[in-house]
């Protein structure tokens, strides 16, 4: 998305490459991967901006050594996320 915004094209293909295997592979570039991306991206910026991701259900708070100073809510909107 960062090479179409460069270079005002679309990009449709990439390219991942296999180190250890001495390997590249083609991929197809999807707009579910693009939703994805912005997706990902918006959690990302809610982080920075002092939102933290709900605990998971079933997470073993219990043990957890920092469980006395974990701010981490759930809300009503973050169950949509």
Known sequence: MLLEE???RRVDLGLVEY???GEVREV???TSDR???LRIRDRVR???GGKLPDRPNGVPCERCPVLESCET???LASKFF
Request: charged share 45%.
């Open 46 to 48: 809610r982080i920075q």
């Open 6 to 8: 460069s270079q005002d």
């Open 35 to 37: 939703r994805r991306v």
């Open 28 to 30: 197809d570039i999807r």
């Open 19 to 21: 180190l250890r295997a």
């Open 73 to 75: 809510r759930q809300t």
